[in-house]
């Protein structure tokens, strides 16, 4: 059954630094999503993407959040500068039109 | 505002007991309703899901769940649990339009003991 990968699993890294996390949606999905986990909190949207556009964001999404589709297979969420409010599990989803979001396993990002 | 609320934040069941987790909703129009569970350390697996039709959906695991507009709820139910089913379970809604984001509940966490 086709699966949603996420790399890489685990991320440390030092508060102000860049990180991309990298997923890669199920081949024939046309809208993928980022998501996030604060430990112990709810799992919360950051934005959804579609034909190399973004089609939503939340207010969590700011300037330092980018996401991009570099190749037909992959899809990354680019943090900036990192700070330590980041720490979370990050999801990437992916999907149909009008159809169930799959997530992957996602990538637990610390910030030291 | 649009919401979830799963007003168990943690529930103890005795392997082979039934289970029912709670889920109440407020959007703006019928939403898509969906339930996920999430072992430790892992990502979120979906259960079930209701777009539209019998009300009463059928999910893995034995799972179902039955859609009560005038209740605005989507209940989660199990006749028998099993050890396995130890988990952290999410109910989700999302708008009927494609794209949109998944508005999660804040999950109960379900345990069970022997």
């Known amino acids: 059954e086709p699966e949603v990968t996420q790399t890489p699993s685990h991320q440390v890294t030092q508060m102000g630094q860049e990180v991309i996390l990298r997923c890669v949606p199920i081949s024939n999905h046309l809208y993928f999503y980022w998501y996030r986990q604060i430990l112990g909190q709810k799992v919360e949207f950051l934005v959804s993407?579609?034909?190399?556009?973004?089609?939503?964001k939340s207010e969590i999404f700011d300037d330092q959040f980018s996401v991009e589709r570099p190749d037909g297979s992959n899809f990354t969420l680019k943090i900036r500068s990192t700070k330590l409010e980041d720490s979370a599990m990050y999801f990437c989803?992916?999907?149909?039109?009008?159809?169930?979001?799959?997530f992957g396993p996602g990538t637990r990002l610390t910030v030291l | 505002a649009q919401s979830v609320t799963q007003p168990d934040i943690h529930i103890t069941v005795s392997e082979g007991a039934s289970l029912e987790l709670r889920c109440n909703y407020s959007y703006g129009a019928t939403p898509y309703l969906f339930w996920y569970v999430q072992s430790p350390g892992q990502g979120l697996q979906l259960l079930l899901k209701y777009f539209s039709g019998d009300t009463l959906v059928q999910g893995i695991k034995g799972f179902e769940a039955e859609f009560k507009r005038s209740q605005s709820s989507f209940n989660l139910r199990k006749p028998s649990v099993h050890w396995s089913d130890a988990a952290e379970y999410f109910c989700a809604v999302g708008a009927r339009q494609a794209g949109t984001a998944l508005i999660f509940g804040k999950g109960t966490t379900l345990s069970v003991s022997s």
């Open positions: 993407f579609y034909n190399n556009e973004i089609s939503e």
């Open positions: 989803a992916s999907s149909l039109p009008l159809d169930t979001q799959y």
